[in-house]
């Protein structure tokens, strides 16, 4: 079935620092979106992308979907402790019938 | 508007034990999807209701199991449980069905299941 790989599995940041990870997928997508969970907490959604080469911000957030559709990237610049969390992408599956999520991203930011 | 509420938010059970959680969605949206959350396997989709009915299942033993009534409401069933079930169970609601619009999920807190 579909699969949506994310990397780094894990980031530590100092705090400042610039974040970035990584979604990709064997397949083209029609869309994207990307979700936060904080620790002890339940996924948020961030943004949703949809075209080809899209590029949202978000304040010190930036996400991008690839001209093929099949790769997207969610940048933070200047990480706040406040970012520490997990980051998801998740994308409809083979059928469209539902969203798979990546394994996730887990940021440590160090004050 | 309140969010998607679960119920209850902890619960330890013994193997072979059943469990049933509940979900209730925000007001007015009829998809209710459930998910099981581990640290080594991260989000994985089990079912999703609509309208009362099972539109789409991941890929689980049949020992979960679901509905929804007519209000939206949803509940998930976990028969015979095994110490591998201790788990994060969240569900998300949405307006529509998922597949359908592509539409953003409401998470809600879920429920921390541990079997022992």
């Not at chain 2, 079912?47 to 099972?54: G, I, K, L, N």
Request: charged share 15%.
């Amino acid at each position: 079935g579909q699969q949506v790989m994310q990397i780094p599995q894990y980031q530590h940041v100092q705090e400042g620092e610039d974040f970035t990870t990584y979604c990709n997928s064997s397949t083209t997508l029609s869309n994207i979106q990307w979700y936060k969970q904080r620790p002890g907490g339940h996924p948020v959604f961030l943004i949703q992308l949809v075209k080809s080469g899209e590029v949202k911000k978000q304040k010190r957030l930036t996400f991008q979907f690839g001209e093929a559709k099949k790769n997207s990237s969610l940048h933070i610049t200047a990480t706040q402790t406040t970012d520490v969390g997990t980051y998801f992408c998740a994308a409809p599956d083979n059928y469209g019938q539902n969203f798979v999520f990546g394994p996730g991203t887990r940021l440590s930011v160090l004050p | 508007k309140a969010g998607v509420t679960q119920t209850p938010r902890y619960l330890i059970k013994t193997r072979g034990q059943q469990v049933t959680l509940s979900c209730s969605p925000i007001s007015g949206h009829r998809s209710v999807s459930w998910y099981q959350q581990t640290p080594g396997q991260g989000l994985q989709f089990l079912f999703e209701y609509f309208s009362e009915t099972q539109r789409n299942k991941g890929n689980f033993p049949g020992r979960f199991s679901g509905r929804q009534f007519s209000n939206s409401r949803s509940e998930m069933n976990v028969s015979t449980l095994e110490l591998g079930d201790s788990a994060l169970y969240l569900c998300a609601s949405t307006p529509f069905l998922v597949g359908a619009y592509n539409t953003e999920a409401f998470f809600g807190q879920g429920t921390r299941l541990t079997v022992v």
